[in-house]
């Protein structure tokens, strides 16, 4: 997991498999910016998750909430086929704001300042 912050939003690079034991670093991660932020913007980059379980699944739908909760935007990027495929089965696809990319998705934020 590689945190990059900048003036639009934080972004969170997970890669690997995001399961049971990976997935409470996101919501650490996760946490972590929404400490940081009264109205938090957050980019989750999934361009290289090689698996995802219902935990990882499960970080996702909590981050969404949190950062709704705190009138913030949340964007994944590069959702592997085989996790979109599962979020809408999930009946919660259509919940996530999506990108392709981490820049479209930082574009997507009104400057700061």
Do not use: W
Request: with cysteine; proline share 4%.
């Amino acid at each position: 997991m590689r945190t990059d912050r900048g003036d639009r939003c934080t972004t969170l690079h997970a890669t690997g498999a995001l399961d049971y034991g990976s997935s409470p670093l996101l919501k650490e991660q996760t946490d972590a910016v929404l400490k940081s932020a009264d109205h938090p913007r957050l980019v989750i980059d999934l361009t290289e998750v090689t698996f995802c379980d219902s935990t990882g699944y499960g970080v996702l739908m909590y981050a969404l909430a949190h950062i709704r909760s705190m009138a913030g935007s949340l964007i994944l990027v590069g959702i592997p086929s085989i996790m979109r495929q599962r979020l809408n089965r999930l009946g919660v696809g259509g919940l996530f704001d999506t990108r392709g990319t981490v820049e479209e998705a930082m574009n997507a934020f009104p400057a700061t300042g």
